[in-house]
């Protein structure tokens, strides 16, 4: 069975600071990777996705993910974050056979303040 | 192009009551789902759909049904409603082309059950 684990709840930063939020998965297959951000009131958005090939997975405002094998880690990452980034974050994955049915991780809360 | 829309929004129920949750989509797509959003929980799979005609259990199906009768709707039941089904219900659809393999997620219905 799959799981994802993101190992923070909430993660309140400053605008402009860099920021991680860390996800951690266990699965038996290969596996494909999910970021997805949904703000208040609003349905998940993708984010960026992990399929294939580079490791290094990049969004369209700045963020980026690296998948980690070894480390069964898709840590997610800003350099710098603006007030519009906050938001709830979700980790999720699935594999390849599956109906492509995401496994969610709990999610993380990030907080910009000014 | 609407993408995914859910009807209604918002609901209020008693305990017992039954209600309807309609997912439509005009993307094409095959594969439907519904989800749960639970403070702390991420989403939670209910039921699936790979199909006009068919359907599938999640990891969370007990006091629901579903309904896959025209491709692009999908239908989420409540029989007897039940306070534990307090959430925010999202539908989604999967794109399925090679190198997208990313699901689309309405804008979400919650739910209160009195």
């Known amino acids: 069975a799959q799981s994802v684990t993101q190992l923070d709840s909430q993660v309140p930063v400053f605008e402009e600071a860099p920021v991680e939020l860390r996800c951690n998965y266990s699965?038996?297959?290969?596996?494909?990777l999910f970021w997805y951000v949904q703000y208040p009131n609003q349905g998940l958005q993708l984010l960026l996705k992990?399929?294939?090939?580079?490791?290094l997975v990049e969004s369209i405002n700045g963020f980026e993910a690296e998948f980690n094998k070894s480390q069964t880690s898709f840590h997610l990452r800003k350099p710098s974050v603006h007030i519009s980034d906050t938001a709830e974050y979700f980790c999720a994955v699935t594999h390849s056979g599956g109906y492509n049915k995401l496994i969610f991780g709990a999610g993380t809360r990030l907080a910009v303040h000014p | 192009n609407a993408g995914v829309t859910q009807t209604p929004k918002f609901r209020v129920l008693k305990t017992g009551q039954s209600m309807t949750l309609l997912c439509a989509q005009d993307m094409n797509h095959e594969y439907m789902y519904w989800y749960r959003q639970d403070p702390g929980m991420g989403l939670r799979l209910i039921h699936y759909?790979?199909?006009?005609?068919?359907?599938a259990k999640g990891e969370v199906p007990d006091g629901y049904n579903v309904s896959r009768l025209k491709k692009q709707n999908f239908l989420l039941g409540l029989e007897s409603a039940a306070p534990s089904q307090t959430s925010v219900y999202f539908c989604a659809t999967h794109d399925r082309d090679p190198g997208a393999d990313t699901q689309y997620f309405g804008p979400g219905t919650r739910l209160t059950v009195l």
């Open positions: 759909s790979v199909g006009e005609g068919t359907t």
């Open positions: 992990y399929l294939s090939g580079s490791t």
């Open positions: 699965s038996s297959v290969s596996v494909y």
